[in-house]
């Protein structure tokens, strides 16, 4: 890449963000260039697993690319012998993403540029981005697509080969492999949909020992049913700025109309009413109500609550509520000692591996991106008011520059309901437009 050309739009950051980003700017016949250095742009991080039994946590008909062409997906779903109310599997929902990639990559607008960038500064009007080759890429406006950052690391066993901390990653698979084939023990440090993968992995693999999944409320994702419709909720009949008077409201509808339709009517509200929290009563949604909403909100496909349900009633699946106390390697087996929720008793448990399925960095500046720390360092951009992602305006610009957006979970401060495909959708449009606006294009 020349570093004298000046391209309108750089994109760091090639999974469903940064790829709708870039195909809606090539839409609109603006030429971008699109940085990933994972080797899966296009897919991401969630839809680049292999896994068969990994499948989508909403049905087909939510999840077109294309705001403005709900159907698309659906169309491509169904042209594969599905429907649109199937959970699709992930890898084919990742096949759609590169088609869509493909598309814009083929007008010539949008170049793919597979390297990690290492820093970004102002330079004139626009961005310098330093790439890991020592190429540089200059642009008039940056975007920053670089999705949930990797977890905290657990706080055991850190020269350990049996203390697996990143659960999307090769060693993660080695684990399920060797699992398989000794069906030993192992403890899933978190309940969520992390911890429903690796436990899917484990099944489909053939482990046939006992899994643990531990967290300190013990709340695994619910399922989806096929019995509800969101409930119609007027925007002025919801509490606005109090989360205990909404959580009270809450229990009322879903009382009246049940849990699951009350919980997705919200759905539209749901970046209002964050925004209309003060700060206070952000903080007590996040430390109090936010497991449950996780648990309730980003449900699971029926058929895979269905298997987790056998796998507890079989006893190879257990979810404990509690907290780890401590951990001895010896001879190859970790000693866990935990402490159940609600009472005084240890127990104790013997595992061949723990894997921490612990969910995303909760603290955006304990970040590990040397891009993203540097920009933090220099002031460029700077934490939420919790500290989750980054400070952005209202129309997703990362306060403290200029030129410069961010997308998806980098924004969750802000919107707080970001992470999924619907949402995204539409900021990554809204993103497209503004860039078009501020370039004068
Ligand atoms: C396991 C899983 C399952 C999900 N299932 C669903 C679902 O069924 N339905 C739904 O609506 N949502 C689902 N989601 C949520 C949602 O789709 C993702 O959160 C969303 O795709 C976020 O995409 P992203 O592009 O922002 O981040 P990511 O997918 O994380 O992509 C970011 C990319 O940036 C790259 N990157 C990072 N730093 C740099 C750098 N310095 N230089 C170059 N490249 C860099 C990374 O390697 C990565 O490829 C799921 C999420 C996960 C994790």
Redo the contacts with the bound molecule.
Sequence with gaps: MKSDRVLPVAI???????TMVAAQLARKGIENVL????G??GH???YSTKEPAHV???RAEV?SAWPEDLEHFVKVAEAEGGTRRDFVQ?RQFGRYLRAVLKEATDTGLLQLIER??LEAEPNGDGWSVQLDNGEQVRASALVL????QPPEPLPWGHDSSRVINNPWGGEALAAFEDLASTNEDVLLVGTG??AV?AILSLDAAGHRGRIVALSRRGLIPRGHTNDFVPAKFEADEMPHGHVGTLWRWLRKRSAEVGWRSAVDGMRPHSHRLWQALPLEEQKRFARHARPWWDAHRHRIAPEVAQQLHDMIAEGRLEIVAGRIQGVDETEHVLAVSYRRRGTPRISEGRFAYMINCTGPLGSIARTR???LKGLLADGLAKPDQLGIALDVDERSRVAGSSRAWA???LTKGRYWEI????D?RGQAASVADDIQMELGR
């Design positions: 760091v950051g090639g999974g469903f963000s940064g940085i990933d250095g994972s899966r742009a991401g991080v969630a989508l946590n909403v999840m992930r990690q960038a697509a670089i999705g949930n949909l992390t993968d991106d040397e891009l997308m998806g979970p992470i999924a495909v619907p995204i």
